[in-house]
Nanobody
Framework: QVQLVESGGGLVQAGSSLRLSCAASRLTFSAHAMGWFRQAPGQEREFVAGISSSGGFTEYADSVKGRFTISRDNAKNTVYLQMNSLKPEDTAVYYC???????????????WGQGTQVTVSS
């Protein structure tokens, strides 16, 4: 079945950077929009960033605009999230997700990874 495997999370200090990766397998990667979501304890899962299937269009949550960058490499079936100027409020489990054809900012995605923890200390 389809697998999405995130990596790159960790514990960092405020102001630091991290790059998350999500490798997809058994998926027609270039036909799927990809999204990053996050969920903090006791909170709803929220949209962070998304990228169209071709990579030509991106969307970001207001809280991360100017700090996070989503990108994809269709040859490697991988999507990335570069996170700069991290803040303690960015602490959450980060999930990547795949959605056939169209990008969405809601959790209406077809496939999900298992998540990777990002913790930002003050």
């Amino acid at each position: 079945q389809v697998q999405l495997v995130e990596s790159g999370g960790g514990l960092v200090q405020a102001g630091s950077s991290l790059r998350l990766s999500c490798a997809a397998s058994r998926l027609t990667f270039s036909a799927h929009a990809m999204g990053w979501f996050r969920q903090a304890p006791g909170q709803e899962r929220e949209f962070v960033a998304g990228i169209s299937s071709s990579g030509g269009f991106t969307e970001y949550a207001d809280s991360v605009k100017g700090r996070f960058t989503i990108s994809r490499d269709n040859a490697k079936n991988t999507v990335y999230l570069q996170m700069n100027s991290l803040k303690p409020e960015d602490t959450a489990v980060y999930y990547c997700a795949a959605r056939y054809r169209t990008l969405a900012t809601t959790p209406a995605y077809d496939y999900w990874g298992q998540g990777t923890q990002v913790t930002v200390s003050s």
